[in-house]
Nanobody, 115 residues
């Protein structure tokens, strides 16, 4: 069982920055994919950014050029640097990991961008 623990959410003004972190408890296996999704009330959870253990990244179009995902594979940690934040970035951000074809989710951290 893999546990994911997020940190770094909060309240920020439009144009500000936040950095999210997620630590995975898994030590025995390679985490193939780590990343972030977000969800707002009444909508489906949506992809924000993913990064494979080999370094391939995938960003949602709405965050390209503003958000950067990074990983420290030896520490099983993934980060999301969010710059130029907009009110529409508000939501609960969930850490995601895929280990041996099984998906794992964190508990979520709230990000609120005020206008």
């Amino acid at each position: 069982q893999v546990q994911l623990v997020e940190s770094g959410g909060g309240l920020v003004q439009t144009g500000g920055s936040l950095r999210l972190s997620c630590l995975a408890s898994e030590r025995g296996f390679i985490i193939n994919v780590m990343g972030w999704y977000r969800q707002v009330p009444g909508k489906q959870r949506e992809l924000v950014a993913l990064k494979t253990s080999g370094g391939t990244t995938n960003y949602a179009g709405a965050v390209k050029g503003r958000f950067t995902i990074s990983r420290e594979n030896n520490k099983n940690t993934v980060y999301l640097q969010m710059n130029s934040l907009k009110p529409e970035d508000t939501g609960v951000y969930y850490c995601y990991a895929r280990v041996l074809l099984k998906d794992y989710w964190g508990q979520g951290t709230q990000v609120t961008v005020s206008s």
